[in-house]
């Protein structure tokens, strides 16, 4: 029962941010430093990830509206500086990578850009500086230069340019991510535009599109939105777009698709975020161990045994809000397994924040806590949504 308590909850996100606080505020280039070992040595001064900018500013702003404190407002306002001044580019888009402040890396991926309107929205909530001026000035870019008006989706991934050379793949995550970043919005502005735009992603994912997928949501589709069933077929660990279908983001739309419902009560919504985390479960979990197998094959085979940190946040996350959302006991259960699992192997006791990659036995791989981009936005940013569901039984 510790696990489900306001004040657990709150203590580990105070938790997570002391690993990061205040080492990771680079005062040299701006924004922030990511890339840390497991003590909190850091391995890489100069590397600046768009998703780890933008994550690192959304937990700063959640730690904020949980404790109070001006010092983690005044990070994110840090962070929003960094975004504006130096991956915002010429052309409007956002940089992928940078070094120090030189690009590395200048594609515009609509999944970064998912995150900067994620940021954006949670420091519009922290009232961090430059916060309204970064929100007016993504929706506007994602408008205009990702949005596919006739699918209903954004598009995947633009080159740096004159913005004409649109890659052919697209795919779900960005969507998702798109979602929840627009359920965010909502909630920071009561703006009808987001909450509209986060229920027409959720419908085209998780509603229409899983009918050419046995009602599974797949991750990968051809330019015409079209499953595509063979794409990174050879390459199952692949970081940002494995092959096969992943019960972490099942779990994680069963979480999005009970915050929308509760803006927005539509009668598919929660069947269908409960069938995603029944779903998820029936393929992946293993009984004995606890474990979360990471993807299976669209014949049921487990392509990858590995376990991320990410899964069992989203679990956890999912597991509450459907408590909540059905009054079925069941998920505190599995809210509770799933926690216990995260306590005993990935949450680091000794210096903070989460353990990134487990082996199928529990084993870590490296002893890089933080690499490029992960900044522990996912357990942190669960604990958040957890705490909330708490205030809307109230």
């Known amino acids: 029962m510790r696990f489900r308590s306001t004040e657990f909850l709150e203590k580990h996100i105070a938790d997570i941010i002391g690993f990061y606080h205040p080492a990771c505020i680079d ?14 040595t850091v391995f890489d001064r100069m590397t600046k990830h768009l998703v780890g900018t933008c994550r690192f500013i959304y937990i700063y702003s959640l730690a904020y509206l949980v404790h109070g404190k001006t010092e983690y407002r005044d990070a994110a306002s840090h962070g929003v500086k960094f975004l504006l001044d130096h991956h915002k580019q010429s052309d409007g888009g956002y940089a992928w990578v940078l070094n120090g402040t030189d690009v590395e890396d200048g594609t515009r991926f ?6 900067v309107l994620l940021a ?7 009232s961090a500086e430059r916060a309204d001026e970064l929100m007016d000035d993504i929706w506007n870019l994602l408008e205009h ?14 080159a740096a340019g004159d913005w004409s ?3 052919a793949y697209r795919g779900q995550n960005c969507n998702m991510h798109m979602c929840e970043a ?21 419908r085209r994912i998780c509603h229409e599109l899983p009918a050419g997928s046995n009602g599974l949501v797949w991750e990968h589709y051809k330019t015409d939105w079209s499953h595509d069933w063979d794409y990174n077929k050879d390459d199952p660990r692949h970081l940002f777009k494995p092959y096969g279908y992943l019960p972490g983001h099942f779990v994680e739309w069963s979480k999005l698709l009970v915050i929308l419902n509760r803006y927005r009560p539509l009668d598919w919504l929660v069947p269908k975020a409960e069938f995603l985390f029944r779903k998820a479960l029936d393929a992946s979990y293993v009984k004995d161990s606890g474990a979360i197998n990471y993807s299976f094959a669209p014949d049921g085979a487990i392509m990858d045994t590995d376990q991320y940190y990410w899964v069992f946040s989203e679990a956890f996350g999912a597991s509450a809000l459907l408590a909540h959302a059905t009054d079925n006991s069941e998920y505190w259960q599995w809210y509770d397994r799933f926690w216990t699992y995260a306590d005993a192997n990935f949450v680091d006791h000794q210096y903070g924040g989460w353990y990134r990659l487990l082996d199928q036995n529990g084993n870590k791989y490296s002893n890089e806590k933080s690499p490029a981009s992960k900044t522990d936005y996912h357990p942190l940013a669960a604990c958040f949504e957890v705490l909330e569901s708490y205030k809307k039984d109230v």
């Open 27 to 40: 005062q040299t280039y701006g924004g922030y430093i990511n890339q840390m070992l497991d003590d909190g």
């Open 110 to 115: 609509c999944y970064g850009h998912a995150f």
């Open 120 to 126: 954006a929205a949670g420091a519009r909530k922290a």
């Open 145 to 158: 230069r990702f949005w596919e008006g006739d699918a209903e989706l954004y598009v995947d991934e633009i």
């Open 165 to 167: 050379a649109v890659d």
């Open 182 to 202: 627009m359920l965010v919005a909502y909630e920071a502005t009561q703006d009808k535009r987001y909450l509209d735009r986060a229920e027409t992603l959720a």
